[in-house]
């Protein structure tokens, strides 16, 4: 069989594509805006696509696009320091010429990348915002990969990517992993970015896959380097568990045909136990924060081998935990569903029940869903048809709607 050669223009697109977070961080470490470090890295990986083809693929082809960005970057910075020098001859200064970095402090974390997942994942930004910057700087992912992944227009990515730069730079947020409190506070930032994008890629909100496994791969690699450069942080260990976990049961969550398989249907053998491994492991240095109970949640599902092993005494605990530390009606709708495992649907009922005015669920389908099932348990088949049906009519996700109608249709027509 004939192998198809690598072209240099392959090489360097590959290559970009793994490095690509590390060299802008490398560079806006010098430049001091993550826009600008952007446009340096492009110019770079344009210069490679330029002479590689006609020069041959360098030994270390990431280590000549680092020092290609990080030479362009050193010359710009002399550039403004000259014209600054130029202008104070006539009395005059140069607002905007960076600063000659501050030295590093006792706790710094010396990583440009993690600089880099910090200033990406800025609270001064819309959450829409973070994660798209995130998933260009951090992720590697193209406009396009990202507005499909997450079903929006390629010029409103653009336009958030565009603006989020503009807002940083405007704001003067410096290239830094911040200290104390503020750490603390900013941390909870880029773990709720890592969450919302995994989340989007296992249950996505519109469309007609159930599942975008790629976003979920990127969302966990994010993670796990997070924990790596951040090992003493119990809470990252716990949202990587959690991923874990969850990117464990991918397969079986799908049919044949795309169609969702429910977690009781669920062919436990399709389940990945090397990530299962890996979840245990990080569950083991995880802290006691909403990330980590949500992960131990999910080892208890893990651990049981068949459905009907599944400790829910102690998931139905473990949400009452979780309630206590960030209350929430979803939380509440999701111990509702453990507490009807562990106690039966009778006392699960007047839970949901109570839950029905709560404006955030108001066009939440889960919530008609999962009182569906419990009318279902019940025996209440009419009206757990109706709360099928309305389910189905709220949800965004062609593949939702087609189990929600179909569940409906099984309790006969009106």
């Known amino acids: 069989m004939a192998v198809t050669a690598v072209t240099p223009a392959q090489t360097v697109e590959t290559v970009f594509r793994i490095e690509s977070a590390r060299i802008i961080a490398g560079v806006a470490r010098i430049v001091r805006d993550v826009g600008i470090a952007e446009e340096l890295a492009q110019d770079a990986l344009v210069a490679a ?19 290609t960005a990080r030479h362009r970057a050193v010359d710009l910075v002399r550039r403004k320091e000259t014209y600054a020098r130029k202008l104070a001859e006539v009395g005059r200064t140069l607002e905007d010429v960076p600063p000659p970095p501050e030295p590093a402090a006792p706790d710094d974390i010396d990583d440009d990348v993690l600089r880099l997942v910090f200033t990406a ?7 829409e915002a973070r994660i798209a910057l995130t998933l260009r700087l951090v ?31 405007k704001a003067g947020v ?31 909100t519109a469309g007609d896959d159930l599942v975008r496994p790629a976003l979920c791969e990127d969302a966990l690699r994010l993670a796990r380097v997070l ?64 990330y980590s109970v949500q992960a131990a949640i999910a080892g208890c599902h893990a651990r049981a081998v068949r459905y009907e092993d599944t400790d829910w005494g102690t998931i139905a605990a473990l949400y009452g935990r979780l309630v206590r530390l960030v209350p929430s009606p979803v939380v509440e709708l999701n111990r509702a569903v453990a507490v009807c495992m562990a106690e039966g649907p009778e006392v699960a009922l007047p839970l949901v029940d109570a839950l029905a005015a709560e404006p955030a669920l108001r066009a939440y389908h889960l919530l008609p869903s999962v009182r569906g099932d419990l009318l279902e348990r019940l025996g209440r088949r009419a009206e757990a048809r109706a709360e099928f049906e309305r389910a189905a009519s709220l949800t965004r996700n062609a593949r939702e709607r087609d189990l929600l109608l179909n569940r409906a249709r099984s309790h006969g027509t009106p």
Request: proline share 7%; charged share 20%.
């Open 49 to 67: 696509l330029e002479q590689w083809p006609r020069s041959g693929i360098p030994d270390n082809p990431a280590g000549w696009l680092m020092a």
């Open 174 to 204: 410096p290239f830094e992993v911040p200290y104390g409190a503020d750490r603390e506070d900013r941390l909870a930032s880029v773990l709720e970015v890592i969450y919302l994008v995994f989340n989007e890629g296992y249950s996505a």
């Open 139 to 169: 992720g590697g992912l193209t406009t396009q990969e990202i507005a499909r992944a997450f079903l929006t227009s390629e010029p409103t990515v653009a336009q958030r990517i565009v603006r989020a730069k503009r807002a940083l730079a």
């Open 121 to 127: 994942c800025h609270p001064l930004l819309s959450a």
């Open 227 to 290: 924990a790596a450069l951040m090992p003493g942080e119990g809470e990252v260990h716990g949202l990587v568990a959690l991923l874990e976990f969850q990117g464990s049961r991918i397969a079986a969550r799908t049919g044949p045909d795309g169609e969702p398989v429910l977690l009781a249907d669920q062919n436990r053998a399709k389940w990945n136990r090397m990530l299962i491994r890996r979840g245990f492991d990080a569950l083991g240095r995880a802290g006691t924060g909403p």
